[in-house]
C-alpha cells in the first residue's frame, strides 16, 4: 500500500521558519515526481514545489526564493523548507506522489500557520 505522512506543521509567527516532511512508503520517492501542494479555506488547492528524478526543483513564483523542496534518498523522504513564512502562506500542505501511469497519491495534509 502507498501511504504518504506528512509532519512538521504548527503555529509560527510572521518571519520565522517551519521544516515540513513527507515520509513516503510503497513507493521510492526518487522515481516519482513528489510535490507539495497548499489550500487555504476557500480557495483552490495550488502547487507550491515540484521535485522531480530525486533533485529537479519547479517552485510557484509565491514562494521562490523563500521555500525550498528537497530530498533523502535513505529515507524516502520529501521535504519543504520554509522560510520568511508570511501569513498568506497559512494553508493545509498536502504531499503528491505521480508518475506516468495512475493513480496519484495523497497525503493527509499538515496545517500551517503563520499568524501574530
Known amino acids: 500500500q502507498v501511504q504518504l505522512v506528512e509532519s512538521g506543521g504548527g503555529l509560527v509567527q510572521p518571519g520565522e521558519s517551519l521544516r515540513l516532511s513527507c515520509a513516503a512508503s510503497?513507493?521510492?520517492?526518487?522515481?516519482?515526481?513528489m510535490g507539495w501542494y497548499r489550500q487555504a479555506p476557500g480557495k483552490q488547492r495550488e502547487l507550491v514545489a515540484i521535485i522531480s528524478k530525486g533533485y529537479s526543483t519547479n517552485y510557484a513564483d509565491s514562494v521562490k526564493g523563500r521555500f525550498t523542496i528537497s530530498g533523502d534518498n535513505a529515507k524516502n523522504t520529501v521535504y519543504l523548507q520554509m522560510n520568511s513564512l508570511k501569513p498568506e502562506d497559512t494553508a493545509v500542505y498536502y504531499c503528491?506522489?505521480?508518475?506516468?501511469?495512475?493513480?496519484?497519491?495523497w497525503g493527509q495534509g499538515t496545517q500551517v500557520t503563520v499568524s501574530s
Open positions: 510503497g513507493i521510492i520517492f526518487s522515481t516519482y515526481t
Open positions: 503528491n506522489a505521480k508518475r506516468g501511469v495512475p493513480p496519484e497519491h
